[in-house]
């Protein structure tokens, strides 16, 4: 039998990297994206391709290089994503767009490339790299939250959407992991004279805290292998620490203030 076709998008680093290699020790046949393959000329995990996830045309030629290669396309991983953190009064515009450009608009793009594909196999499936930040709206964190929060929302309705074709998609929520995403992340610029300055500076240190803690990005690969290997996968998956998963438990079951409460203590606001 021939092995299964992945394509991970954001493949180079972090995430999408750990997910790749564990799944080429599984014997698939894996391609993951990035946007410059001139920076990647050292990387030997698997193959990867350029794709700009913002740009439906790279989009497009990636998904058609696979299935001339391959001829099909049995998973997309929809990892690529980028962070952005800040008080949102303080938040150029034009930042939160490019975010959501990256972080909403990529996957869909991704999405719409490949189900032609996978409705004429009438097989495939489709995981949504989200975020548990996406289940709640964090402080200075509000607009990756709210990106992450909408791909899970329309990801719901995509499932009901294909699931005659045959093609299952599903939501997979990490929590704090250690990958170099504080690095990438957009820091709305904060004034001497701002009046979040001292809130916002103290709530950043506790986010980069929480990636450079983080779990190891192989527990999210884990989960990927146990949704492949589901016949018939749940809408939502969580990976993270037991806190970071409890914590979205105390969200459905708590008063909202009580959870408003829980959460500014957290952040010491």
Known sequence: MNSKVVLITGGSSGIGKSIGVFLKTKDFTVY????????????????LLEVNVTDVHTIQNAVADVIAREGKLDILINNAGIGITGPIEETPHEEILKVFDTNFNGPLHMVKAVLP?????????????????????????????????????????????????????????????????AAGRYHSPVSTNSPYKTQYSATLDLINEGVHDGEDPILVARTVLKIINTKKPKVHY????????????????????????LLLNHYKL
């Open 117 to 181: 594909q996978m409705r004429k196999q009438h097989h495939g499936l489709i995981i949504n790299i989200t975020s548990i930040a996406g289940y709640m709206g964090l402080p200075y964190r509000g607009v990756y939250s709210a990106t992450k929060g909408a791909l899970g929302l329309i990801t719901e309705a995509l499932r009901m959407e294909v699931k005659d074709f045959g093609i299952q998609i599903t939501n997979l929520a990490p929590g704090d992991f250690v990958t170099n995403i």
């Open 32 to 47: 993951g994206t990035t946007r410059s393959l001139n920076k990647q000329a050292n990387f030997t995990a698997f193959e």
């Open 238 to 261: 969580k990976v993270g620490t037991f806190m970071q998963k409890f914590s979205l438990f105390l969200k459905n079951a708590l008063p909202d203030k009580v959870y408003e409460k």
